[in-house]
C-alpha cells in the first residue's frame, strides 16, 4: 500500500512528472492520428481500387489479344468454379489519343486509356455504373444520348444535304429517282472521364473548389488509336454521353470508354479481346478461381490475377511507407522515454537518503524497486491516457481542425483539387490504438527500470550516511 501512496505523492508534487507525461502524450497523440489518416487514405484506396477492378482478371500479355470470349466464359461457366462466380464481361484496352476543341477555340490533345465495354455488362462487375453523372446507379448503361444532349448534337452538327441537278424533261424516259433524305449520322458514344471533360477552379467569391467543364454531352471528340493487325493509326469521331467520375484522378483524367463492338471494329480486332473481368460471389474463393483459371488459359499468352495481385506494387507502397513513418513516430515516446530514465536518475539520488529510511524501516530491496517501476508505469499509463484521448479527439474533428489552421495560416492545408477528397478520410483501427497504448506504457517502465535498480541496491547504512 505504501508503494501506491509514494508514486501518487511523487506524481502530484514534482513538476518534472508534468514534463514526462506531457511528452509521452503528444507522441501518443500524434501517433494514433498519424495512423487513423494513413489507414483512412489506404482503406479507401483500397476500397475504390477493388471497386473499380474486377475481382480476377484474365488478361492478354499483348494488345493483340486473344480470340472469341464467349467460348472462353463459357468455359469458364462449365468449370468447376462455375457456381462461384456472379459475373463476367470482357473489355478491350489500348492507348489512344484524345481531340477536341475547347470553348475558347484552342485544341486539346491528351493521351488516354481507352476501353471498348458492353455498358450493361460491365455494371455487373462493378465499379461502373455507380461513378457515372447521368446515369448514376443505372443498372443497365448505356451509350445514347439523353434529350438535352441531342438537342446539343443537331445544333452544333450541320446537316448533310444532298444536291443534285434537274435534268431536261424527257417523254420517252422514266422520272429520275427522289434524292435520298436528308439526315444526320450520329456518332458512336462515348463516356469520358471527368478529369478530361472539366477542370478544377477556385472560386473568388467565396473561395470553394468548383468544376468548368469544357465538353458537354453532344460534343464531339475524335479519338486516335491504332490497329491492331498492322499497327497503322485509325481514328473516330464518337459524341460524349456521360462522364466517369470515381475521384481517383488516375482513372478520371485517363480512362475513355467506347462500345467493345465499335472498338473491335475500328482496330481490325473483331471478335478479340484483351481481357475478360470476373466477379466472384465470395471473394474469400480468389484463391481456389485462379488456381483453376491458370489450369484452363497457359501462362504463355494468358495472365490470371486478382485485383490485389494487379495493384500489389501500389498496396505494397503503401503498406511499408506506413510501416516506416509508425517506427520514426514511436521515437517520439522514445525520446519521452530517456526523459523518464534522467528525471528518475535524479530522484533517487535526491531520494538517496528517504531510500535509506525505507530500508531501515523494513523495505525490501524489492519493495524500493517497486516504487521506482510504479511510479514509470503510472508516468506512462497517465501520459498514455490523455494522448489517446487527445488523439481521438484529433482524429474526429480533423476536418475542423484542418480548415480553422487554413484561416489562420491563410492556405489551404489539404488541397481538394489534387487528392480529388471532399475531406481527410481517417479511419481508426482498435488493435493500433491499443499496441501504441501498450507500446508507450512498456517505454515508460523500461526507462524506469535502470534508475529502480541502482535505488533496490543502496546500502541502508551508507543511504543514511548520504548526508
Known amino acids: 500500500m505504501y508503494k501506491l501512496l509514494l508514486c501518487w505523492r511523487y506524481l502530484l508534487t514534482r513538476y518534472l512528472a508534468l514534463a514526462c507525461i506531457i511528452s509521452v502524450m503528444l507522441g501518443v497523440a500524434t501517433l494514433i492520428v498519424v495512423n487513423s489518416v494513413m489507414s483512412g487514405f489506404s482503406t479507401k484506396l483500397k476500397d475504390r481500387l477493388h471497386g473499380l477492378l474486377s475481382d480476377v482478371l484474365v488478361e492478354a500479355r499483348s494488345m493483340e489479344g486473344f480470340p472469341d470470349p464467349a467460348e472462353k466464359m463459357r468455359r469458364i461457366e462449365q ?24 470553348p475558347n477555340g484552342e485544341p486539346f490533345t491528351k493521351p488516354v486509356h481507352l476501353v471498348g465495354i458492353d455498358p450493361e455488362g460491365r455494371a455487373k462487375i462493378g465499379g461502373f455504373a455507380e461513378h457515372l ?33 434537274e435534268a431536261p424533261l424527257d417523254p420517252d424516259r422514266p422520272p429520275p429517282p427522289d434524292p435520298p433524305p436528308t439526315r444526320v449520322k450520329v456518332p458512336e458514344g462515348t463516356i469520358i472521364g471527368h478529369g478530361i471533360a472539366s477542370f478544377r477552379y477556385k472560386d473568388r467569391d467565396d473561395g470553394k473548389i468548383k468544376d468548368a467543364y469544357a465538353l458537354l454531352p453532344g460534343d464531339g471528340v475524335i479519338l486516335t488509336t491504332v490497329s491492331g493487325e498492322k499497327l497503322a493509326p485509325v481514328y473516330d469521331r464518337f459524341i460524349v454521353t456521360d462522364y466517369f467520375k470515381s475521384e481517383m484522378s488516375e482513372y478520371d483524367a485517363n480512362y475513355v470508354f467506347v462500345p467493345l463492338d465499335h472498338l473491335q471494329k475500328l482496330r481490325t480486332m473483331q471478335n478479340r479481346v484483351t481481357s475478360i473481368q470476373i466477379k466472384l460471389k465470395n471473394y474469400d474463393d480468389s484463391k481456389e478461381v485462379v488456381e483453376v483459371l491458370e489450369e484452363l488459359f497457359p501462362s504463355g499468352t494468358y495472365v490470371v490475377e486478382t485485383w490485389e495481385h494487379k495493384q500489389g506494387a501500389l498496396l505494397s507502397a503503401i503498406s511499408v511507407e506506413r510501416g516506416i513513418l509508425n517506427v520514426l513516430l514511436f521515437l517520439i515516446i522514445g525520446v519521452a522515454g530517456f526523459g523518464i530514465l534522467a528525471i ?72 481538394r483539387d489534387i487528392y480529388y477528397f471532399d475531406k481527410i478520410p481517417t479511419f481508426v483501427q482498435p488493435e493500433s490504438v491499443i499496441l501504441v497504448n501498450l507500446g508507450a506504457v512498456a517505454i515508460a517502465v523500461l526507462a524506469s527500470v535502470l534508475p529502480a535498480l541502482r535505488a533496490a541496491l543502496l546500502h541502508p547504512v551508507r543511504a543514511l550516511r548520504y548526508e
Open 133 to 165: 453523372l447521368r446515369q448514376k446507379d443505372n443498372p443497365k448503361p448505356s451509350f445514347e444520348l439523353d434529350a438535352e444532349g441531342k438537342r446539343r448534337l443537331l445544333l452544333t452538327t450541320p446537316p448533310v444535304v444532298h444536291v443534285h441537278e
Open 79 to 102: 468449370s468447376r468454379i462455375g457456381d462461384k462466380i456472379e459475373a463476367m464481361t470482357p473489355t478491350l484496352e489500348c492507348f489512344a489519343m484524345i481531340q477536341y476543341t475547347q
Open 344 to 415: 528518475f536518475a535524479m530522484i533517487v539520488v535526491e531520494k538517496t537518503r528517504d531510500i535509506g529510511i525505507l530500508k531501515a524501516l523494513g523495505a525490501s530491496n524489492g519493495g524500493v524497486m517497486k516504487i521506482f517501476l510504479g511510479y514509470g508505469l503510472l508516468l506512462g499509463a497517465v501520459g498514455t491516457g490523455l494522448g489517446t484521448a487527445l488523439g481521438l479527439f484529433i482524429t474526429v474533428y480533423i476536418n475542423e481542425i484542418e480548415k480553422l489552421l487554413g484561416k489562420i495560416v491563410g492556405m489551404e492545408l489539404f488541397p
